[in-house]
T-cell receptor, first 114, second 111 residues
Framework: DGGITQSPKYLFRKEGQNVTLSCEQNLNHDAMYWYRQDPGQGLRLIYYSQIVNDFQKGDIAEGYSVSREKKESFPLTVTSAQKNPTAFYLC?????????????FGPGTRLTVL | GEDVEQSLFLSVREGDSSVINCTYTDSSSTYLYWYKQEPGAGLQLLTYIFSNMDMKQDQRLTVLLNKKDKHLSLRIADTQTGDSAIYFCAGLGGATNKLIFGTGTLLAVQP
């Protein structure tokens, strides 16, 4: 089945540790995105990548880093510099055909800092 | 900056129609989307409308777009308990090409 996978579903981290969230897609999409969702709020864009080996900061990039070495993969690292990392993280991708900017989402990773 | 607003909560009875409203500020938005989020899950694309359309119907879903008032609505006919979820409106910014999300409307369907 074509789709977007995120792992793990739940992640626990101690303060001061870096942690990496995985996002993989087999939709052959060029663009990939990372969003953060906090309770009662909409989604906020962390980073996005429109093509392999290139990415741009979104609205809340501080304390996060990404890489895009392969078309299928867009991992997000939450660093110890992120002051309030507990949140639900969503990955999305878009590309191809009519409505090429339409974004499709993965199931999310819930990160909790202990 | 660009902004998308939605009411926070809507309660309906099973079998009734639900109408979820959204207003946006970016008049250059090219596409407008509706997503559904069930508890603990990602966002599921329900439908989208191109900015030069007034209406789009897809089975039980009807999207109405009033560009003059920058108002978008999603009507769900014959609402079922399985429709209970948070519904997000999002606009694709014409200048930025980024999706701007509303805060979401929680739809509660009473049996």
């Amino acid at each position: 089945d074509g789709g977007i996978t995120q792992s793990p579903k739940y992640l626990f981290r101690k303060e001061g540790q870096n942690v990496t969230l995985s996002c993989e897609q087999n939709l052959n999409h060029d663009a990939m995105y990372w969003y953060r969702q906090d309770p009662g709020q909409g989604l906020r864009l962390i980073y996005y990548s429109q093509i392999v080996n290139d990415f741009q900061k979104g609205d809340i990039a501080e304390g996060y880093s990404v890489s895009r070495e392969k078309k299928e993969s867009f991992p997000l690292t939450v660093t110890s510099a992120q002051k309030n990392p507990t949140a639900f993280y969503l990955c999305a991708s878009s590309g191809g055909g009519q409505g090429k900017d339409t974004q499709y989402f993965g199931p999310g990773t819930r990160l909790t800092v202990l | 900056g660009e902004d998308v607003e939605q009411s926070l909560f809507l309660s309906v009875r099973e079998g009734d129609s639900s109408v979820i409203n959204c207003t946006y500020t970016d008049s250059s938005s090219t596409y407008l989307y509706w997503y559904k989020q069930e508890p603990g899950a990602g966002l599921q694309l329900l439908t989208y409308i191109f900015s030069n359309m007034d209406m789009k119907q897809d089975q039980r879903l009807t999207v109405l777009l009033n560009k003059k008032d920058k108002h978008l609505s999603l009507r769900i006919a014959d609402t079922q308990t399985g429709d209970s979820a948070i519904y997000f409106c999002a606009g694709l910014g014409g200048a930025t090409n980024k999706l701007i999300f509303g805060t979401g409307t929680l739809l509660a369907v009473q049996p």
